[in-house]
């Protein structure tokens, strides 16, 4: 049973616009949250992060936003470049007592085009 | 310059045959971690370590073995039992008892069955 979700396996925007990336989550022990970009052939590369005690966290042109009672958090890229196009992971975890084990959602891929 | 190296980038395995993949950081973290990942899907977890000489099994350990004789070092070996080895294999290291510090990865090995 997946604990995180993403349910749209793509996403593609214009270059200037913004870019929502959707995740839910099923485990109310879940208290900390990642994004994830990743490129082909790569390694992903840790985006930006939001604690449950916040209800959003913005970092540039991103901006996590976590909605509790919905179990629901979104990654807004805005204004969206091409050099964004890549796969975005949705990671949760919970803080205490998880030995830092994250659990990932399928992914993403975001389309900017020029 | 601090990160985690993997190794081989490819690699082949026949039928029949024991792999093993490699992993080094020298960003001085305690834990590390193996994932797998397939097409279309996340990132799903081997093993992880948080100590030397310490290792716990992920969500999906069957086929697989691990060691951890040294803080930078936790290569993954493939075994003959794993039915369907093929796949993208990340390595990934962070430091321990701090769930809000990201996980850090490396570039990944390819494994193909010839």
């Known amino acids: 049973d997946q604990q995180v979700k993403q349910n749209s396996p793509s996403l593609s925007v214009q270059e200037g616009r913004i870019s929502i990336l959707n995740c839910d989550y099923t485990n109310s022990m879940f208290d900390y949250f990642l994004w994830y970009k990743k490129y082909p052939a790569e390694g992903p590369t840790f985006l930006i992060s939001i604690s449950s005690i916040k209800d959003k966290n913005e970092d540039g042109r991103f901006t996590v936003f976590l909605n509790k009672s919905a179990k629901h958090l979104s990654l807004h890229i805005v204004p969206s470049q091409p050099g964004d196009s890549a796969v975005y992971f949705c990671?949760?975890?919970?803080?205490?007592?998880?030995?830092?084990?994250?659990?990932f959602g399928k992914g993403i891929t975001l389309s900017v085009r020029p | 310059d601090g990160g985690i190296t993997q190794s081989p980038k490819y690699l082949f395995r026949k039928e029949g045959q024991n792999v093993t993949l490699s992993c080094e950081q020298n960003?001085?973290?305690?834990?590390m971690y193996w994932y797998r990942q397939d097409p279309g899907q996340g990132l799903r977890l081997i093993y992880y370590?948080?100590?030397?000489?310490?290792?716990q099994k992920g969500d999906i350990a069957e086929g697989y073995s691990v060691s951890r004789e040294k803080k930078e070092s936790f290569p993954l070996t493939v075994t003959s039992a794993q039915k369907n080895p093929t796949a993208f294999y990340l390595c990934?290291?962070?430091?321990?008892?701090?769930?809000?510090?990201?996980?850090?990865f490396g570039d990944g090995t390819r494994l193909s069955i010839l």
């Open positions: 960003l001085n973290h305690d834990a």
């Open positions: 990934a290291s962070s430091i321990l008892g701090m769930g809000n510090q990201p996980q850090h």
């Open positions: 990671a949760a975890t919970e803080l205490v007592g998880a030995n830092s084990k994250l659990t």
């Open positions: 370590s948080q100590i030397v000489n310490d290792f």
